[in-house]
């Protein structure tokens, strides 16, 4: 049996194998994809709660036409929020092995949060 989920939209999608002999999850853009060991996965989950949870917080230092670039990573991937506390892009990078990158524009950044937040595969 397997526990494959996929979320997608338009311009967006993020799935997971549990099942998967190395590469367990995939993120995508409209023009890009990258698949990600369990790890890197896991380590992206993270970094977008940390990161939503930290554009968030500033929302209340900022004046309203302010925008903000918040940027965190791991030893494995690097991911950068830029634009508005309430509405920004994501920008992933992975450190190691393959040295992949893809970029989240604002309009579909709420669903991706979305779709890791109802992720629940950890």
Not at 7 to 35: H, I, N, Q, T
Not at 51 to 79: F, G, H, R, V, Y
């Amino acid at each position: 049996m397997s526990n494959r989920v996929v979320k997608e939209g338009d311009g967006w999608r993020v799935g997971f194998d549990g099942s998967a002999p190395c590469y367990v999850g995939l993120v995508a853009g409209s023009d890009w994809a990258m698949e990600l060991t369990a790890a890197e996965f896991q380590d992206l989950v993270r970094l977008v709660t940390q990161l939503q949870e930290t554009m968030q917080a500033i929302a209340t230092e900022l004046m309203p036409e302010e925008k903000i670039n918040c940027e965190t990573d791991s030893d494995l991937l690097w991911l950068e929020a830029d634009g508005f506390p309430h509405r920004y892009s994501l920008r992933l990078i992975l450190n190691q092995g393959r040295r992949c990158e893809g970029c989240w524009p604002e309009a579909v950044v709420p669903f991706v949060l979305a779709a890791f937040n109802s992720l629940s595969v950890f």
